[in-house]
């Protein structure tokens, strides 16, 4: 018998090492073939992710309108000293008996509608006005400030760093002589003038003289 066993254990041996090398081939093979196999597949990062829109939040210099909806008109323009007496009369705000002037647009709606901040910048003010309800003011540079009148449902509080296209509020039912439509009365300085919005939509801060 134990002429035998000094046989044995060796041919196990042999027979253990013979099953790794067949196994360690077979794993190498395996790998072979799926790699050739992938070829007939379109398996790539950019088709995956090919219909997936990304969101990015880009800042711009370019001023917006100060609010969402498509459905606002303009109820007032702003008053120019250099327009025409036509124009200039239909500028005219008439306020419980005292006619005045315009110093910005009067935006309007039947139904009330959001509105955004036109720019990034700063609320340095929240205050009553007699004519034209709660006041947004926000300071975007040295320069520059926007006010938002007749809101309602403020979102921010004085302090707030607001971003360009924020909502900032909603607009609220007029006192003028339209009653019956939502309104939002927007004015801009500039190096503390007012000047018309309608003359800075599309235009950037570093285009303003």
Do not use: W
């Amino acid at each position: 018998m134990e002429r035998y066993v000094k046989y044995i254990i060796p041919t196990i041996y042999i027979g253990i090492i013979g099953v790794m090398i067949m196994c360690f081939c077979l794993v190498i093979s395996g790998i072979k073939n799926f790699a050739t196999k992938t070829d007939d597949f379109n398996y790539t990062i950019d088709n995956a992710f090919e219909d997936v829109i990304p969101v990015v939040k880009t800042q711009s210099d370019e001023i917006i309108k100060p609010y969402l909806s498509n459905d606002v008109t303009i109820g007032k323009n702003y008053y120019d000293f250099e327009s025409n007496q036509n124009e200039q009369e239909e500028s005219i705000i008439f306020y419980e008996g005292i006619y005045l002037q315009n110093n910005g647009v009067d935006y309007v709606s039947k139904d009330s509608f959001d509105i955004v901040s036109v720019l990034d910048g700063e609320i340095t003010l929240i205050e009553d006005d007699e004519v034209y309800g709660k006041r947004i003011t926000i300071k975007h540079t040295d320069n520059l400030i926007t006010i938002y009148s007749n809101v309602k449902d403020i979102l921010p509080s004085v302090g707030y760093k607001v971003s360009q296209g924020e909502i900032i509020g909603v607009s609220d039912l007029s006192n003028l002589s339209d009653k019956e439509k939502n309104l939002l009365h927007f004015e801009v300085y500039f190096k503390g003038k007012s000047i018309d919005p309608e003359n800075l939509y599309t235009l950037s801060v570093s285009e303003l003289k």
